[in-house]
């Protein structure tokens, strides 16, 4: 069984920062996606951006240019650096990894909090 430990959530003002880190029990070489989704009171979890083994990174219309994700090797995690927020950024964030040999996992989630 894959766990994934977030950490990095907070409340931060409009126009700040905050960066997300996940670290999975399983190297993150073993996984094919690895992701941030995030879900927002009564709205629907949604892609934030995504890290896949090969190819480009993906990111959300809305998060474009303000956000970054990386995987950390050194730390055996993937980041999200998160700049520009903005209230609807709010939400609680998931790390999400998946991978053929092991199957899809979700994070606990960590709550992000904008204040305007």
């Known amino acids: 069984q894959v766990q994934l430990v977030e950490s990095g959530g907070g409340l931060v003002q409009s126009g700040g920062s905050l960066r997300l880190s996940c670290v999975p029990s399983e190297s993150i070489f073993m996984f094919n996606t690895l992701a941030w989704y995030r879900q927002a009171p009564g709205k629907q979890r949604e892609l934030v951006a995504s890290?896949?083994?090969?190819?480009?990174?993906i990111y959300a219309d809305s998060v474009k240019d303000r956000f970054t994700i990386s995987r950390d090797s050194a730390k055996n995690a993937v980041d999200l650096q998160m700049n520009s927020l903005k209230p609807e950024d709010t939400a609680v964030y998931y790390c999400?990894?998946?991978?053929?040999?092991?199957?899809?996992?979700w994070g606990q989630g960590t709550q992000v909090t904008v204040s305007s």
């Open positions: 999400y990894a998946a991978s053929t040999s092991v199957g899809a996992y």
């Open positions: 890290s896949p083994r090969y190819g480009s990174r």
